[in-house]
């Protein structure tokens, strides 16, 4: 059963649980604060493969196969498996799931696509079209860089306000039975374009999206940011992170002591050429799998929002002048006080 609270929210009366959760990660996000909490770290880039984009794949399939040992489940106890990725036709998906012969749902939300993919599974498991439901996403710095930028032979002077693409794997079962770990509301969002047209400032060009949707939630809900244990954003970075904040502000929200941002989160600043922080769908995916979750399921987290945020943008878009929309969903997750 899905109840609408306000004009834009889904709650979930008898909310879908959380089975089990998985993140894997490359060599330099290994090498970051959250390093130690990843379920699997590779140092090779290419994970044995011959292609970066065959190597995102297999760290697709990983987080998958890590995430159903944890359930203790095999691929066909899966009802649906919702799945994207930054790629063209989201082939790191399609390619690197193609063999679990699992009904398959590709989804396109750039950097949001772990948000937007757990909203959905959490959606079609209340309604009781899946009993459990996969959601999945991943991405690549090398992959990355040479569909949206320049080959990384180039070498090219990268700014301030640009971000590191991350080598990572999420992946979120869930299933209709009750749980500790439960998703209670979720709060889709709406493209927000600002005109913002520059490719190496995507911080800039997601934060409206992020704090029209957050202001939406808050509203429909009746809540306030001190009402949640932590407010994670994914992945705004530094430039980012601080226009959400001023943004929020002008709205009537205060974040300060509640907001968190992925892109921060994943890599230090100081000591790792990132410039403005994490991004990719692999980031705020790795953050939630690594982090987040198992920080709720230990209990030092008990109520929290966390809203992936995407840059909706192709290389032919960005080619032919166009501007950068951005998108931002939300969700509620929270854990039972006997949990």
Known sequence: MIQRTGQYTLHFPSPPGILSFAAVAGKKEAEGPLGKNFDAVFDDTTLGTDSFEKAES???GEAL??????AGLQPQDLSLLLAGDLLNQCISS???LREFGIPFLGLYGACSTMALSLG?????????????AAAVTSSHFASAERQFRLPLEYGGQRPPTA???ATASGCVILTRESRPLTVQDVCFGSICDLGITDMNNMGAAMAPAAAQTLTRYLRDTGTFPQDYDAIFTGDLGYVGS???MDLMEKEGFS?????HDCGIMLFDRNKQDVHAGGSGCGCS???LGSTILPAMQQGTLRNILFMATGALMSPTSSQQGESIPGIAHLIHLSRAENG
């Open 120 to 132: 959905l599974a959490a959606v079609l498991t209340a309604c009781g079209a899946a009993d459990r």
């Open 255 to 259: 974040l300060q002591q509640k907001h």
């Open 58 to 60: 297999a760290l697709q």
């Open 163 to 165: 971000q590191w693409t």
């Open 242 to 244: 601080q226009l959400l």
């Open 65 to 70: 196969l890590h995430a159903l040992k944890k």
């Open 94 to 96: 399609t390619f690197g």
């Open 285 to 287: 995916a790795g953050v």
